[in-house]
Nanobody, 117 residues
Framework: VSVVESGGGLVEPGGSLTLSCKCS????????ASWHRQTPGKERELVAF????????RIVDSVQGRFTISRDNVRDLVSLEMNSLKPEDTAVYYC???????????WGQGTQVTVSS
């Protein structure tokens, strides 16, 4: 099983980035997906969640209205579109997939997002 994030980088405040998570080795439509982020010294926190079929999604309050999660099960991709980025969004962003009918979960290695002028 492979979960690989990409799309991170340095962006100015107010800018946008789209993160991608490529999943392989599992039937992706049988896994819920989520994005999490972590900064040094803090616990990893959930940012966004989407069901296996893509019909339901949840965005946490701190990024509501700025971030959007989506998925393409044909291409085995989960995306996180981030707009109006703020310095406090700076973190390592991780993709997780979790089995809908099992307790299996898999994490990516993370991608750094830095919001700074």
């Amino acid at each position: 099983v492979s979960v690989v994030e990409s799309g991170g980088g340095l962006v100015e405040p107010g800018g946008s980035l789209t993160l991608s998570c490529k999943c392989s080795g599992v039937p992706v439509d049988e896994y819920h997906a989520s994005w999490h982020r972590q900064t040094p010294g803090k616990e990893r926190e959930l940012v966004a969640f989407i069901t296996g079929d893509g019909n339901n999604a949840r965005i946490v309050d701190s990024v509501q209205g700025r971030f959007t999660i989506s998925r393409d099960n044909v291409r085995d991709l989960v995306s996180l579109e981030m707009n109006s980025l703020k310095p406090e969004d700076t973190a390592v962003y991780y993709c997780q997939i979790q089995g809908m009918s099992s307790n299996k979960e898999f994490w990516g290695q993370g991608t750094q997002v830095t919001v700074s002028s």
